[in-house]
């Protein structure tokens, strides 16, 4: 890529990225709790592992559940600030930066894409943990430019699914596009004393963990759309859509006859699925 300037030390990158001669891999991570931003543990070390095995990306574009807004934006500052949107945890959580670069020529490349709705460039946010704790162990140098793309609270399932198909023509360009949240989630039934340790989930979240994945693998992603109509089960898993809304940006992202693979797969908690999805 071209138009690189060094500021203070730092690299800005100014140019628009050149289509590549291969497809990148879309991913949806679990995230789960923020501790695993700093912990070596089962989880971050499949996260260290993905990042071995698949293309380094040219800008890494992520679709968190932590920033949801009224309208769509896209994060368009040179240096986005690390965000630590969480409490309760230990000190050296909140002491952790991740200075990776942003991209604003993507960033207004990638508005532009987006016809479903307008998209605004925003300069306020910067990497939220959504973010920050997948990525500092994907590419711990934080020397590839990261972005965010916002969540609209006010849209349907179908909006957001939809709205990823526009973003296909990054992936050829060599931006890996991320959804991070949790396919299972529901904090409010958690059952703190069995958060860490061996695999543990009700009933209903193995239930519906397998559902969804099973969905997945057929490439059925339209009852995954209107998982409302799922039954009692589904609404204990997606209480709320904010963690779920990212598994269907990168299910609007699989292309034909792609290969679907499942990675940290493992309850926690009870309530709450680690299940990640890697396509292409």
């Not at 849209?155 to 992936?171: I, M, N, V, W």
Request: glycine share 8%.
């Amino acid at each position: 890529m071209s138009g690189i300037n060094t500021l203070g030390g730092f690299k800005s990158f100014t140019d628009t990225l050149q289509e590549q001669n291969y497809l990148m891999p879309v991913l949806f991570v679990g995230h789960g709790s923020p501790m695993n931003g700093i912990e070596d543990n089962e989880f971050s070390k499949r996260w260290t592992a993905i990042a071995k095995e698949i293309p380094t990306p040219k800008a890494v574009l992520v679709i968190s559940a932590h920033w949801f807004t009224k309208g769509t934006s896209i994060t368009a500052m040179d240096f986005p600030k690390t965000i630590h949107d969480f409490g309760g945890f230990p000190e050296a959580l909140f002491q952790v930066q991740y200075p990776a670069p942003g991209n604003p020529a993507l960033a207004k490349e990638t508005a532009s894409m987006i016809h479903s709705t307008q998209v605004e460039l925003d300069h306020d946010w910067g990497l939220d943990h959504g973010t920050w704790t997948i990525i500092r162990h994907m590419y711990p140098h934080a020397n590839i430019p990261v972005l965010q793309l916002s969540i609209d609270y006010t849209k349907g399932p179908a909006f957001h699914y939809e709205l990823a198909k526009e973003l296909y023509h990054l992936r050829k360009k060599g931006v890996l596009i991320i959804g991070s949240g949790n396919m299972v989630h529901n904090l409010r039934m958690v059952a703190w004393d069995k958060l860490n340790g061996p695999a543990y989930g009700y009933d209903w979240a193995l239930h519906m963990n397998q559902t969804f994945k099973d969905l997945i693998l057929h490439n059925d992603h339209q009852p995954l759309i209107h998982y409302d109509q799922m039954g009692k089960e589904a609404m204990l898993a997606i209480p709320t859509p904010e963690h779920y809304l990212p598994l269907l940006y990168t299910l609007g992202l699989q292309g034909k006859n792609e290969t679907v693979a499942f990675f940290n797969d493992k309850p926690v908690g009870g309530s709450l699925t680690m299940t990640s999805v890697k396509i292409g």
